[in-house]
């Protein structure tokens, strides 16, 4: 499989990286490391001593994808979590299912959590409406309606093939022309929202993001951050909708996520009220401007 490379970014990715690099061994692969300190590279270089290895500052996600994109080759990138691997097979039938489908930009699998269950992984981009249903908990009214919960793909049929808003950026397939035509990701966004956002790009640019069941992979969620970092979805969020839809419109955004999460900060205690009471504290601390300057 010539025609694909494979690019994986790590920070402090040692409990799963040997699965990663297992399941896509013989293929072109490189490895960008964001300042690892538990020994990543070194384990890497050993093991695997095929795969090239960057080390580079901490920049963020979109940062060590584009890294890694350009110190590859081929008509096809599979941007691969470090806490992440493709099954037996998956791969081929991601590249052929891709192949016959010139408009597609991404191609993402269906993604099997440890345990073997369905991972959700299909996504609607954020709007006001579909941030207050999910932080409103108004989606699990009904969480298969596409009103109420939208933001999660309510009632999307993960066995069949489908257009995506967007795929969760665990494991994508990606079209080089379609990277050459809309431009690399943005390495403003941090962590999180660089997947939502390089998505919705490609689809203005007339390209598509299709599921396809017929390739799996297992992905460990929230792995790679074990739930931290809940102030960055929040910037993520307001970054994609002020670069999308204007200031103004990421602002509104902005006090709705407020009144939300300080209203889970009453309503939850111990860690995970502090995280939410941690985030709206934030997000009082200053106008969409400030906080994304």
Partial sequence: MSDVAVVVVTYNGLPWIEQCLDSVRGLETVLVDNGSSDGTVAFVRERFPDVAVVEQENRGLAAGWNAGVAHTSGRWVLLLNSD????????????????????????????????????????????????????????????????????????FDHDSIHEAEFLMGAVWLVRRAAIDAVGPADEDFFLFSEEVDWAYRFRQAGWRSLFFPGAEATHVYAASHKGRLFVEIQRGHLRFLAKHRGTAYAERARLLLLAALRLRGVLFRGERGAMYREAAAWLASGSVRELLA
């Avoid at 037996?88 to 993604?111: I, M, N, Q, Y």
């Fill in 84 to 155: 992440a691997w493709v099954h037996e097979g998956a791969l081929d039938a991601l590249v052929a299912f891709a192949d016959a489908r010139h408009e597609a930009a991404v191609v993402g699998p269906r993604l099997r959590n440890p345990d073997g269950t369905l991972q959700r992984s299909v996504r609607g981009f954020p709007t006001l409406w579909r941030l207050a249903t999910e932080y409103f908990f108004l989606r699990r009214l009904a969480p298969r309606s596409r009103l109420l919960n939208a933001f999660y793909a309510g009632g």
